[in-house]
Nanobody
């Protein structure tokens, strides 16, 4: 199995910054795409940002210009630098990864989710 562990969440004032990190572990052959999603109370989970193995990125309109996603392919980690935080950014942030894992029969696709880390932007 593949496990993802998020860290870096916490309480921050509006306009402040936080950096989220996610580390993947397990019998990983490769990770194609990694991303961050968030879910606020009473709302659906939404995509925040994704990054492919080649470095291409995609951001939700609400975070463009404020958030930056990056990854280290060798370490199987992904980060989310969040600047100019707003109260609307308050949510549980989840890390996601899609790729291939080792098996005796070859590579098998996987999709894994972290347990989430709370980000609270107070007003």
């Amino acid at each position: 199995q593949v496990q993802l562990v998020e860290s870096g969440g916490g309480l921050v004032q509006p306009g402040g910054s936080l950096r989220l990190s996610c580390a993947a572990s397990g019998s990983i052959f490769s990770i194609n795409a990694m991303g961050w999603y968030r879910q606020a109370p009473g709302k659906q989970r939404e995509l925040v940002a994704t990054i492919a193995s080649g470095g291409s990125t995609n951001y939700a309109d609400s975070v463009k210009g404020r958030f930056t996603i990056s990854r280290n392919n060798a370490k199987n980690t992904v980060n989310l630098q969040m600047n100019s935080l707003k109260p609307e950014d308050t949510a549980v942030y989840f890390c996601n990864a899609d790729g291939l894992l080792y098996t005796n029969l070859g590579g098998h696709p996987f999709r894994s989710w972290g347990q989430g880390t709370q980000v609270t932007v107070s007003s």
